[in-house]
Nanobody, 124 residues
Framework: QVQLVESGGAVAQAGGSLRLSCAGS????????MAWFRQAPAKEREFVAR????????YYADSVKGRFTISRDNAKNTVYLQMNSLKPEDTAVYYC?????????????????WGQGTQVTVSS
């Protein structure tokens, strides 16, 4: 029903920057809260950042506060994740997700739609 496509993943040096994009479909895009999650090999999927449907509220995992910024452009049906000061532990597949439920939503099961993921690799 809702299609999400991530892009922008790449290999970066520690201390470098990357910008991820998530393109969404449908005229109802602006009604969803959007989030980024990541999953490293042999690890569970973890919350990274969330932005409210209007773009006015954001929430970040402690591990990325001060380094990552989530934003959205509803006119373009796109969500972004600007990643600065990258660390090797940021290496993971990054997924964007859309959710219509109430609350901040930091658990994966609170989101209804998911993209296919984009690989981010940070070398030391």
């Amino acid at each position: 029903q809702v299609q999400l496509v991530e892009s922008g993943g790449a290999v970066a040096q520690a201390g470098g920057s990357l910008r991820l994009s998530c393109a969404g479909s449908g005229r109802s895009f602006s009604t969803y809260d959007m989030a980024w999650f990541r999953q490293a090999p042999a690890k569970e999927r973890e919350f990274v950042a969330r932005i409210g449907w209007s773009g006015g509220t954001t929430y970040y995992a402690d591990s990325v506060k001060g380094r990552f910024t989530i934003s959205r452009d509803n006119a373009k049906n796109t969500v972004y994740l600007q990643m600065n000061s990258l660390k090797p532990e940021d290496t993971a597949v990054y997924y964007c997700a859309a959710g219509s439920g109430v609350g901040i939503k930091t658990r994966w099961h609170e989101y209804e739609y998911w993209g296919q993921g984009t690989q981010v690799t940070v070398s030391s």
